[in-house]
């Protein structure tokens, strides 16, 4: 009896092989192609958090090569380190994926990289976890423009002290964290001795620098990161200042009304203090800087003469640029 002839030769394989082999590495060629053409930041870790691999993408956004990335762990990227990466983690343990997760991330050149993740764990066919995938978008141009406009929102234009609607905000802030804490709160209320009149006579222009001068005067003399300061129209400024009392408000003021006059000759102020003691509102805290303010600018002899002979001086002299805009 003839033996069967054989399916294949020795070493041949069935064409269906051939074409699925073949259409496998097209496959895997098309989706390297996808990726590499990604400017998305694509980052593959393992179970320990070690990085396997690293996308063209990732390494145009933070400036580091392949060879240099694959191995290490994946929070030495990020903007807050291991308290990002345990809070990434406790999120794909309890989800088993993110989408939209925005955070930042930070290149060895210290550039602030901000993005949007979507990430996912990554199982074998059998269901063993092996590792995570992140897909990262870079969204800092947009980060930085809603920055911009939440600062414009605050922001007197002039002076680039913080606005009106922005002190009410605060104030009643403030005021309500005082009481609750029972801790002190002052503010202190700045008005410019005959401004109306050096507007007047003078013009808008030099009415604006000294505005800018006056608000330049202001934020050198307080604790840029408790205290803040701002313009609440025309030439009336005020000063927030948590935890303080009203001896340590009256030195602020007193330090803001020599270094305007240090500026400008013309720059004379009036002041007034007001100051709540773990008790009280904001309504409160502002009638009384606003009454005190008043009675000191009853009390002084600023004639126009002066003002405007101050102002003029001041004009005629080389002066150096106005600081530009910044909220304080």
Same mark, same amino acid.
């Given at each position: 009896?003839a033996e069967p002839?054989p ?6 394989l069935?064409?269906p092989?051939? %074409?699925l082999s073949?259409?496998?590495l097209?496959?895997q ?5 996808i990726? @590499? !053409?990604s400017s998305? @930041?694509?980052i /593959? ?5 070690r990085?396997?691999y690293?996308?063209p993408g =990732?390494?145009?956004?933070l400036g580091?090569?392949?060879?240099? =990335?694959?191995?290490?762990p994946?929070?030495?990227y990020?903007a807050?380190?291991?308290?990002d990466a345990?809070r ?10 993110l989408?939209d997760?925005?955070? /930042?991330? %930070?290149?060895?050149d210290?550039?602030i990289i901000?993005i949007?993740m !979507?990430a996912? *764990?990554?199982r074998?066919?059998c269901?063993?976890l &092996?590792?995570?995938?992140?897909i990262? #978008?870079? &969204?800092?141009?947009r980060?930085?423009l809603?920055a911009? *406009?939440?600062a414009l ?5 002039l002076?680039?002290?913080?606005n009106?609607?922005?002190?009410h905000?605060?104030?009643a802030?403030?005021?309500s964290r005082?009481r609750?804490?029972?801790?002190r709160l002052?503010l202190?209320l700045?008005?410019l001795?005959?401004?109306k009149?050096i507007? $007047?006579?003078l013009?808008h222009a030099a ?8 608000? !330049?005067a202001?934020a050198d003399n &307080? %604790?840029?990161?408790l205290?803040? @300061?701002y313009r609440?129209?025309g ?5 927030i *200042?948590?935890?303080s009392?009203?001896?340590?408000a009256?030195?602020?003021?007193e ?6 006059r240090g500026r400008?000759? /013309?720059l004379?102020?009036s002041?007034?203090v007001?100051?709540l003691?773990g008790a009280?509102g904001?309504?409160?805290?502002l009638?009384? =800087? $606003?009454?005190?303010m008043?009675a000191? #600018?009853?009390?002084? #002899?600023?004639?126009?003469r002066?003002s405007t002979?101050?102002a003029l001086r001041?004009?005629?002299?080389p ?6 805009a910044?909220?304080v």
């Amino acid at each position: 009896m003839a033996e069967p002839t054989p399916l294949l030769r020795p070493g041949a394989l069935p064409r269906p092989v051939v %074409r699925l082999s073949t259409d496998f590495l097209r496959a895997q060629e098309y989706l390297e192609a996808i990726i @590499a !053409s990604s400017s998305d @930041a694509i980052i /593959a870790s393992d179970v320990e958090d070690r990085i396997v691999y690293f996308s063209p993408g =990732a390494q145009a956004m933070l400036g580091v090569g392949d060879a240099e =990335a694959v191995g290490r762990p994946t929070h030495v990227y990020f903007a807050q380190g291991r308290d990002d990466a345990r809070r990434i983690a406790s999120l794909l343990r309890r989800d088993g994926r993110l989408r939209d997760h925005e955070m /930042a991330l %930070r290149a060895p050149d210290g550039r602030i990289i901000h993005i949007s993740m !979507s990430a996912s *764990l990554l199982r074998d066919r059998c269901g063993r976890l &092996i590792g995570s995938l992140g897909i990262s #978008k870079d &969204i800092t141009r947009r980060v930085e423009l809603e920055a911009r *406009l939440r600062a414009l929102a605050v922001t007197d234009d002039l002076t680039g002290l913080h606005n009106q609607r922005c002190f009410h905000d605060r104030l009643a802030r403030e005021a309500s964290r005082a009481r609750r804490l029972r801790q002190r709160l002052s503010l202190v209320l700045m008005d410019l001795d005959g401004f109306k009149e050096i507007n $007047d006579r003078l013009g808008h222009a030099a009415g604006d620098d000294m505005l800018r001068l006056f608000a !330049s005067a202001i934020a050198d003399n &307080i %604790r840029r990161e408790l205290d803040s @300061a701002y313009r609440c129209g025309g030439d009336e400024f005020v000063i927030i *200042l948590p935890g303080s009392g009203a001896r340590r408000a009256a030195e602020v003021a007193e330090r803001v009304a020599a270094a305007a006059r240090g500026r400008c000759e /013309a720059l004379r102020c009036s002041w007034g203090v007001g100051t709540l003691d773990g008790a009280g509102g904001a309504a409160e805290l502002l009638r009384s =800087a $606003d009454r005190r303010m008043f009675a000191m #600018k009853s009390r002084r #002899k600023v004639t126009l003469r002066d003002s405007t002979s101050a102002a003029l001086r001041w004009l005629r002299q080389p002066r150096p640029s106005l600081p530009s805009a910044h909220a304080v």
